[in-house]
């Protein structure tokens, strides 16, 4: 069964340092979205991205943050100048359409912030 | 703002007792997914309901969306220690980013 795969699985980084987390959407789909996740707190939208362009941010994903479609299959969130604040798990998520269907979601990447 | 407010926050049920999960929108709902999420690990879809009144199950878990009161039921029959996690409750927000309530951590003991 496809599956949305996510690298690495637990990240360790000095506050300050840029980090890459990377995510390989279900082949068909079209949308993408990261979401974090607060040990302990609710799951967080990030962001959404169609045809390679956000289409959607929340007031979470500030200039700290990108996202990026490289080539046809990874899909990346790239975190600047990393904050104790910003350890968490972020998942990646894909679906074939808008409004109409689940999100197919990845296993999560824990980054932990020294 | 749109809120999804979910509860109990926590539950412990005994192995077998039936258990219900509560899922209220500040607004109308359209559509309601739910989705459970076992500890440190990723979001599992379990259901999706999109009509007023629509009711679904899958295996002992039977969800129902109430359109009236802007609320959904999760409801477990006969509840097993494999039940156990966090249910969460999502709608879509905007154009294209789908929000979810806190959870449910539902706890079985055997």
């Known amino acids: 069964e496809p599956e949305v795969t996510q690298t690495p699985s637990h990240q360790v980084t000095q506050m300050g340092q840029e980090v890459i987390l990377r995510c390989v959407p279900i082949s068909n789909h079209l949308y993408f979205y990261w979401y974090r996740q607060i040990l302990g707190q609710k799951v967080e939208f990030l962001v959404s991205?169609?045809?390679?362009?956000?289409?959607?941010k929340s007031e979470i994903f500030d200039d700290q943050f990108s996202v990026e479609r490289p080539d046809g299959s990874n899909f990346t969130l790239k975190i600047r100048s990393t904050k104790l604040e910003d350890s968490a798990m972020y998942f990646c998520a894909s679906s074939r359409g808008i409004r109409t269907g689940e999100l197919f979601f990845g296993e999560g990447s824990r980054l932990t912030v020294l | 703002s749109q809120e999804l407010e979910q509860s109990p926050q926590s539950l412990i049920v005994q192995e077998g007792k039936n258990l219900t999960i509560n899922c209220t929108s500040s607004k109308t709902l359209y559509g309601l997914y739910w989705y459970k999420q076992k500890y440190g690990e990723g979001l599992i879809f379990l259901m999706m309901l999109q009509k007023g009144g629509e009711e679904k199950s899958h295996e002992k878990i039977t969800a129902k969306l109430d359109e009236k009161k802007q609320q959904s039921s999760l409801h477990i029959t006969a509840s097993q220690p494999s039940h156990a996690g966090i249910y969460l409750c999502g709608e879509w927000y905007n154009n294209n980013d789908m929000r979810f309530g806190a959870g449910t951590r539902l706890t079985v003991k055997p």
């Open positions: 991205f169609y045809n390679n362009e956000i289409s959607e």
